[in-house]
């Protein structure tokens, strides 16, 4: 069955360049968010088991989405992609609950990387 | 006679410049964040084709009320020509020198050096992020100084174009837990657009 993958960024340019780093042939069904809200109702909707979250974004940004989704109990990994390279962006996130942190743009090596790292491919 | 074309972006490029802006100046924020030992609280970056007269307006970060401190610094590569503003409240330089442990007030000539070497920091490392993404070498030229303690306007007057319209990407840093407050803005000159909606074009194809 395919994992539903949910990729939230309020670029669309972006959301495009994430879905072209997924690997190939991975059996997938992608989704899209905007934002932090859109993202939350998505996971509830069953639509994103593997999460890529950007962090600066309106309504809702990165911190506050992983903060929701702790705080609601959601049933998601959330791998982070951003610019915010600071190391404490990088710790915030991980403090999160976010189970990795990749720089944008994401390299399709990085995210294949990552992938088999948590046994997802 | 022979006109002009019009220069436009789409929205499609415009998002494409802002993310490519957001790569860039997580990596010159993450520069300053190491320089100063503090968090740099990173903004959406603005993206707009802009008259070179309302360049008062692009700079939305910095109220009217204070007084500036700016340089500029042109850069070129690969047809693509342009410059580089970075303006701080004249409040920031207490602060800035607070943090390099400069040790009380900075005077005149202390605060030229900081912006000096905030705006090499700065705008070299979202020219080369840029850069990177565009796949284009920007080589930039001498920063000059703008003008210290002066009026917002009359800082951006200083300056000359021999451009009418620009493609200005406005960043404003903003350091958590201090009074520092700068605005980067890069403005592409207008024969400059052409080709960088080119480049884009080419990062948004499938």
Redesign the interface.
Known sequence: MSIPVLICDDSSFARKQMARALPDGWDVEISFACNGEEAIQAIKEGKGEIVFLDLTMPVLDGFGTLAQIKQQDLNAMVIVVSGDIQPEAHAEVMGLGAMEFIKKPASKDKVLEVLKRFGVI | MTQTPKVSITE?QR??Y??IS??????A??LL?RLLDV??I???PVVNLIEVNELRMALSGIENSETVSGVCQGFIGNGISGEALLIFNDTSFNDISDLLKYGGAADKSLELELLMDVANILIGACLRGIGE?LDVGFSQGHPVVLGQHVNLNDLVAANNYRWTKTLAIEINYKIEGYNINCDLLLLFAEDAIEVLNRKVNY??ED
């Open positions: 499609d998002d494409c802002q993310e957001n790569v860039a100046m997580g990596q924020a993450d964040a968090k740099v990173l903004p959406i993404q990062l948004l």
